[in-house]
């Protein structure tokens, strides 16, 4: 993966992740803005698999031939779209926005929070799974190669700058 598109990802899972964590933060956010941020995790993590829909194609092709690590890997990404849906459909069901007149309210309340506790669980395991990659990102983040000049500038004896264009 080159730097900028390493860079652009690791911001954007880093994104996702505060998201996610911010949202069992009921008091602060207050239900419209919990509710917003919600549906913006949910569509941006719809974006993030977009983006690793090739890697899924791939582990879906030579599923049988699959190493542990792989099928690890992608059965916690099964956990966490099976919690995203479930958190999305409950809080969509609790919602101010359908405003149902439900009379098991509690029971709808406890599955949402039930969802969000198992998506917390995975998403903390996936996040151990993919350290290394996290790690290399932010080294490379903070470590930027420097400009060196070019070996051939180094090469040449002083006053004997030149360049492809100057020849012509
Ligand atoms: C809060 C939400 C999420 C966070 C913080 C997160 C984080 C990450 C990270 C750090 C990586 C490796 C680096 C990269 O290439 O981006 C990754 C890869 C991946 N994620 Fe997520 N992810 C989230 C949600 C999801 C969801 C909901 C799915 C699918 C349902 C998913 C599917 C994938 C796939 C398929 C990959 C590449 C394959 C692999 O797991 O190695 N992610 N994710
Ligand atoms: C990123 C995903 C989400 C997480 C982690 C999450 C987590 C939670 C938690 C932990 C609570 C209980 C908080 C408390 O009582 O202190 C809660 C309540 C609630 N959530 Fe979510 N939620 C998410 C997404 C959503 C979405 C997308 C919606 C609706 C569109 C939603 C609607 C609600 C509603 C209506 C309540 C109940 C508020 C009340 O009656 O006090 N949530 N959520």
Do not use: C
């Amino acid at each position: 993966m080159k730097n900028n598109q390493q860079t652009f990802h690791l911001l954007f899972d880093i994104s996702l992740f505060t998201g996610f964590i911010i949202a069992f933060l009921l008091d602060w956010t207050g239900v419209i803005n919990h509710q917003w941020l919600g549906i913006a995790v949910i569509a941006g993590s719809l974006i993030h698999l977009l983006w690793h829909s090739a890697w899924v194609k791939n582990v879906l092709q030579r599923f049988a031939a699959l190493s542990d690590k792989l099928l690890i890997t992608f059965f916690v990404d099964v956990g966490l779209a099976f919690g995203f849906t479930g958190i999305l459909i409950t809080g969509l069901i609790l919602s101010t926005w359908l405003n149902l007149p439900l009379r098991n309210y509690l029971i709808w309340f406890n599955l949402h929070i039930a969802f969000s506790i198992e998506t917390l669980v995975v998403l903390v395991i996936k996040t151990m799974l993919h350290w290394r990659w996290i790690g290399t990102a932010i080294r490379n983040l903070f470590h930027r190669p420097a400009l060196l000049p070019s070996p051939l500038l180094i090469a040449l004896p002083q006053g004997q700058f030149h360049s492809s264009r100057a020849e012509k």
